[in-house]
């Protein structure tokens, strides 16, 4: 194993309250139905396509929406949390030899501006797509620039896409149970590993 790779929102970071808002803004320019805190926890037990349904968002606008959306993010960087054990197992990742990448859906801009505001300086790479639904085509580039194998990379992820992206390209998932998609929802396909705290990622990589 030579590479450990996190998605960023809802695996790294809890992020709802910058999403929350993002998404609010997108939904009164375009209107859509705008979501309540308290809705929050009940939409990790509804698949993508339930949640356009619920809130009036057709999919394939998903392309015209997404750069306003990063933009609103950007704004709300300061709501932005690291989960807890997220720099202890980045550290420890780096003291067994292990390299750290993020592939992720969000901008590459946020991302960087985060990580330097929390002093994160281990992360080796950060790709980044605005489509949603393009993981996989991502985590291929990211093998063939480094020439490596599937099987020296692992993902970890919070969201039923990502678990779908990976079994795509054939490389091994665990799915965090602290971020977006429930149980109910990524079960059916299947991740590798599930892990509860952050720590338990260390023990499956070695």
Request: a neutral charge.
């Amino acid at each position: 194993m030579k590479y450990v790779i996190f998605d960023f929102d809802g695996t790294l970071v809890d992020s709802k309250l910058a999403i929350l808002e993002a998404w609010n803004t997108i939904a009164e320019k375009h209107r859509f139905k705008k979501i309540d805190e308290s809705e929050i926890d009940g939409l990790k037990k509804l698949t993508m396509n339930e949640r356009s349904k619920r809130y009036d968002f057709p999919l394939y606008k998903l392309p015209i929406v997404m750069p306003l959306f990063y933009q609103t993010y950007k704004k709300s960087l300061n709501e932005v949390e690291l989960f807890e054990g997220i720099k202890d197992l980045f550290g420890n990742l780096n003291r067994h030899g292990y390299n750290i990448a993020i592939i992720s859906s969000n901008s590459q801009e946020n991302i960087e501006a985060f990580l330097k505001k929390q002093q994160i300086n281990n992360v080796s790479e950060i790709l980044c797509s605005s489509r949603i639904f393009g993981k996989d085509k991502i985590i291929r580039k990211f093998l063939n620039k480094h020439q490596i194998q599937t099987s020296d990379v692992i993902y970890v992820g919070d969201e039923d896409r990502d678990i779908v992206a990976c079994k795509k390209v054939g490389i091994k998932v665990i799915w965090v149970e602290w971020g977006y998609d429930a149980f109910e929802v990524v079960k059916n396909s299947k991740p590798d590993y599930t892990v509860s705290e952050p720590k338990e990622i260390l023990d499956i990589v070695k």
